[in-house]
């Protein structure tokens, strides 16, 4: 099972930037979807989630309007378009896969995000 997440980097104030997680060795398909970051200091908190076939969006209140999820089942790929960047956004972002009923949990390794002019 792999997560790999990509698309991090420097950005500043006011931009925009397309977080990647790419998924394999499990039914891609078949799991809920998450992202969550943890800022130096930080503990882990979540920022957005998506439903399996990606009906249902939801995110965390400082996210809304700003980020949107969105998944790829066909590509094993979800992602985080993340708009209107702030430096409280940096922070090392990860996504996470759950099976139904939290069964099995799977995390990426996680992509840094610096917000900075």
């Known amino acids: 099972v792999q997560l790999v997440e990509s698309g991090g980097g420097l950005v500043q104030p006011g931009g925009s930037l397309r977080l990647s997680c790419a998924a394999s060795?499990?039914?891609?398909?078949?799991?809920?979807m998450s992202w969550y970051r943890q800022a130096p200091g930080k503990e882990r908190e979540w920022v957005a989630a998506i439903t399996s076939a990606g009906g249902r969006t939801n995110y965390a209140e400082s996210m809304k309007g700003r980020f949107i999820i969105s998944r790829d089942n066909a590509k094993n790929t979800v992602y985080l378009q993340m708009n209107s960047l702030k430096p409280e956004d940096t922070a090392v972002y990860y996504c996470k896969a759950d099976s139904v009923f939290y069964v099995y949990t799977y995390w990426g390794q996680g992509t840094q995000v610096t917000v900075s002019s």
């Open positions: 060795g499990f039914t891609f398909s078949s799991y809920a």
